[in-house]
């Protein structure tokens, strides 16, 4: 099975600008979080969707939002980029069942917000 | 609300050795534990986990051990190998939708 792509791999944006990443999970997974990491916070869990519907959310501003669609592919979106938003963006998926625990990473998408 | 401790933040052992790295959690409600390696320029991937319901588990050269008393679970890597280099990360989870705290990580390397 193909592991989880995220797209682009690299973004540069200014300040005050918006952008969106996607997701595609893997084949079968319904299950979308996402992540921010950064070397002074470490991974910190944004929020999670499931058969389109958000489920969780962290303790992120609301600049910070997601949706998911009906293939399960996610997309998240953050407004009025600030400096400290420079970070590499994870997308994990889980299967469904006993095993839905389990979440499998992408290799990320890393903005700088200059 | 959860937090994930970990140690230590760097470890450097000689090729065969073994390598211990542990982690506390502090929310009784935690009921899965999963054990991350990230290497540069990739996404973590997960090698092994553990539930509550298990003291231990293996996998070849990994082993995971959990002390749900004391909020402690171990990852341990034998005969250590130069690719085993890496930043590892615990993390607990399993009481809150596709939440998982991590702790901050362990620079692994491995020197021949």
């Known amino acids: 099975k193909a592991g989880v792509t995220q797209t682009p791999r690299y973004l540069i944006k200014t300040r005050g600008q918006q952008v969106t990443l996607s997701c595609s999970p893997i084949?079968?997974?319904?299950?979308v979080s996402w992540y921010q990491q950064t070397p002074g916070q470490g991974l910190q869990f944004l929020f999670e969707?499931?058969?389109?519907?958000?489920?969780n959310k962290g303790n992120f501003p609301g600049r910070f939002s997601g949706r998911q669609f009906s293939n399960s592919r996610s997309e998240m979106n953050v407004s009025t980029l600030e400096l400290g938003d420079s970070a590499l963006y994870l997308c994990?998926?889980?299967?469904?069942?006993?095993?839905?625990?389990?979440?499998?990473f992408g290799p990320g998408t890393r903005l700088t917000v200059t | 609300g959860e937090n994930v401790e970990q140690h230590p933040s760097t470890l450097s052992v000689q090729e065969g050795d073994s390598a211990v790295i542990k982690c506390t959690y502090s929310?009784?409600?935690?009921?899965?534990f999963p054990w991350y390696k990230q290497e540069l320029g990739k996404g973590p991937q997960l090698i092994i986990d553990?539930?509550?319901?298990?003291g231990e588990k293996k996998d070849q050269r990994i082993a995971v051990t959990l002390n749900k008393t004391a909020k402690h679970f171990s990852l341990h890597i034998t005969e250590t190998q130069p690719e085993d280099s890496a930043v590892y990360f615990c993390?607990?989870?399993?009481?809150?939708?596709?939440?998982?705290?991590f702790g901050a990580g362990t620079q692994v390397v491995v020197t021949p």
């Open positions: 969707y499931f058969s389109e519907t958000q489920r």
């Open positions: 084949s079968g997974h319904r299950s």
């Open positions: 994990a998926s889980s299967p469904s069942g006993a095993s839905a625990y389990e979440q499998y």
């Open positions: 553990i539930r509550s319901n298990v």
């Open positions: 993390a607990a989870g399993g009481d809150s939708w596709g939440k998982l705290q």
């Open positions: 929310d009784s409600a935690s009921n899965y």
